[in-house]
């Protein structure tokens, strides 16, 4: 633990046997001189991309009304309660995704230049695309924070299964890359992500969590010692602020142990990862929660997650549609299968609902963490049916210090998807000329231009 007369560090990490567990933003750790100017802790940007793979059913995506005078579709109508910090942007387009001589694949070239904006390179066994806009983000944050990046997704993290001929898995299996030819790989089971969150390195052992699991033991247990020592130091506002943070940590390993109980009990020939709960509710809600205690701690500011692989076969019976996600979205205008589609769609952006929720609760330096980073949320193929690649589902959530929200911004046709990516980078203070093909930076975003 690291703790100075003046102030506690903002890199103070809580160490114990198996766990290095980093503080949330508290006022101990202002500057002497700002603190007495009872000026609350500085912010820092975040930056948060939540990616829905096979398309979606766009006439019920699209807002009505254009500007602050706007009214929500009804696939987005869950978002009413964050409407004054939501920016829904149409008219954007991956035009390099189209086939542009390479045949079919656009589930692969959709999704493998989401973020970067590139037509990547048709091959089953060569990779090629573009560093990632996260990964621009990454690299400029990284300094600061233990973790560049974190890659998460619900389905598994695979190279194999179904994906588009004559394509490498990579391009359907992750938006993230940390150079054009090395993708950055996602993680769907909660247990290694806290572990890689809060965890030692030498923890990781299978057998040393088995054995922990067998204790029921916390390895918040270890940093207890810590933790009673540190708070001798903070005010009450603080004290109260690490008793949430650790509450949140502990309530997130308990349900993942919970998962591994349940895990344990299924039938020898069933595989299945430890850690990853049947129900696609829970699964999603601690994905997610690992995400808002990463950014709490500053373990890192770059999160990208993905609801699923592009060509997903997933299948959503807990709202009835028991048919696979891909094959469904291949509707043909049957108003039963577009339906169901969209049911995908609003369960979806429930679960996305519930974690803003949670990050506008969660207090950060003068605001809350909601306030202080920018989610992009969207798909890279517009008409589900047809595969096309724009206009393409695109909204903004959160303030970065820098959005203007409650609006809802149209911008001529085939305007370039990475124009908004390139602008959201220079927000976060990441000075940026060029991503892919785009062609200009969006002042309406902010209130101050760019």
Same mark, same amino acid.
């Given at each position: ?28 750790? !202002? ?38 005078? %706007? ?10 309660? %964050? ?22 694949? /656009?589930?692969?070239?959709? *999704? ?50 179904? *994906? ?29 992500? %806290? ?18 699991? &067998? ?14 020592? #540190?708070?001798? $130091? ?6 109260? &602020?690490?008793?949430?943070? #650790? ?8 349900? !993942? ?28 809600? #601690? ?64 679960? %996305? ?17 909601? /306030?202080?980073? !920018? ?30 929200? @409650? $609006? ?27 991503? @892919? ?14």
């Amino acid at each position: 633990m690291i703790v100075t007369k003046k102030a506690i560090s903002r890199r103070t990490i809580l160490r114990g046997m198996g766990a290095t567990v980093a503080l949330p933003l508290l006022d101990a750790m !202002i500057p002497p001189l700002t603190a007495a100017a009872n000026t609350p802790a500085k912010p820092v940007r975040r930056l948060g991309v939540v990616y829905h793979p096979n398309g979606v059913i766009y006439d019920k995506w699209l807002p009505k009304g254009v500007g602050a005078d %706007f009214e929500l579709s009804p696939t987005l109508a869950g978002l009413q309660p %964050f409407k004054d910090k939501l920016i829904v942007v149409t008219n954007l387009y991956m035009d390099l995704a189209e086939a542009l001589g390479d045949g079919g694949g /656009d589930h692969s070239r959709a *999704c493998g230049g989401y973020l970067s904006g590139v037509h990547v390179k048709k091959s089953d066994t060569v990779v090629e695309a573009g560093i990632s806009m996260d990964q621009i983000a990454a690299r400029a944050f990284e300094g600061e924070t233990q973790l560049s990046s974190l890659q998460l997704q619900m389905d598994d993290n695979s190279l194999v299964g179904s *994906c588009d001929v004559g394509y490498s898995c990579a391009y359907s299996s992750t938006i993230s890359w940390l150079t054009p030819t090395l993708p950055l790989m996602t993680e769907n089971n909660p247990r290694v992500v %806290f572990e890689r969150l809060f965890g030692a390195s030498d923890s990781t052992d299978p057998k040393v969590r088995a054995a922990r699991l &067998r204790q029921d033991r916390s390895i918040l247990d270890s940093v207890t010692d810590r933790v009673k020592q #540190l708070q001798r $130091r903070l005010g009450a506002a603080d004290n109260t &602020r690490v008793n949430d943070y #650790l509450t949140s940590l502990r309530d997130v390993e308990r349900r !993942i142990q919970k998962a591994e109980e349940q895990s344990a009990k299924e039938v020898p020939d069933v595989e299945r990862p430890a850690g990853i709960p049947e129900s696609f509710d829970e699964h999603a809600r #601690l994905l997610y929660d690992l995400q808002l205690l990463a950014y709490q701690s500053d373990m890192t500011r770059v999160i990208t997650f993905m609801y699923g692989r592009e060509q997903s076969p997933r299948t959503y019976p807990q709202i009835g549609v028991p048919e696979p996600h891909h094959p469904v979205t291949h509707h043909q205008n049957d108003p039963v299968k577009m339906e169901k589609c969209t049911a995908i769609q609003r369960y979806h952006l429930k679960l %996305f609902t519930d974690y803003l929720e949670k990050l506008q609760n969660t207090p950060d330096g003068d605001g809350s963490l909601l /306030d202080h980073m !920018i989610i992009q949320y969207g798909a890279a193929i517009s008409n589900s049916d047809r595969h096309t690649h724009g206009p393409l589902p695109t909204l903004l959530v959160g303030g970065g210090g820098t959005l203007k929200g @409650g $609006r809802h911004l149209v911008y001529p046709v085939h305007t370039p998807l990475t124009n908004l990516q390139l602008t959201l980078l220079n927000l976060l203070g990441v000075p940026t000329e060029k991503i @892919g093909d785009s062609t200009g930076q969006f002042k309406e975003l902010s209130e101050v231009g760019v």
